[in-house]
């Protein structure tokens, strides 16, 4: 994925506040995996529908699902739509 240097930007500004158990991987790789994702509702929540849910640091179990918490994966799902 070919991100703006805005992005770029607002990415590094985001991963400066937060640590990541696997190294921002994510990023890395310029966000071509990615856990599978659900945007809800107005987008203030984002379901995780990954298989791993159950195994990830920053996934949170609500009913039969996941909410996904990690700060760089809602804004990849919120700001570009991936």
Same mark, same amino acid.
């Given at each position: 994925m ?11 500004q ?8 696997? !190294?921002?991987s ?23 529908? !990954? ?27 919120? =700001?570009?739509? =991936?």
């Open positions: 070919d991100l703006s240097h805005e992005t770029i930007l607002e990415v590094e985001l991963i400066s506040t937060f640590k990541c158990p696997s !190294d921002y994510c990023y890395k790789l310029k966000f071509e995996e990615l856990c599978e994702t659900v945007i809800l509702g107005d987008g203030e929540m984002i379901e995780c529908v !990954d298989k791993n849910a159950s195994t990830c640091h920053f996934s949170s179990p609500f009913g039969e699902g996941y909410f996904c918490n990690c700060p760089l994966r809602v804004y990849v799902a919120r =700001k570009l739509k =991936k």
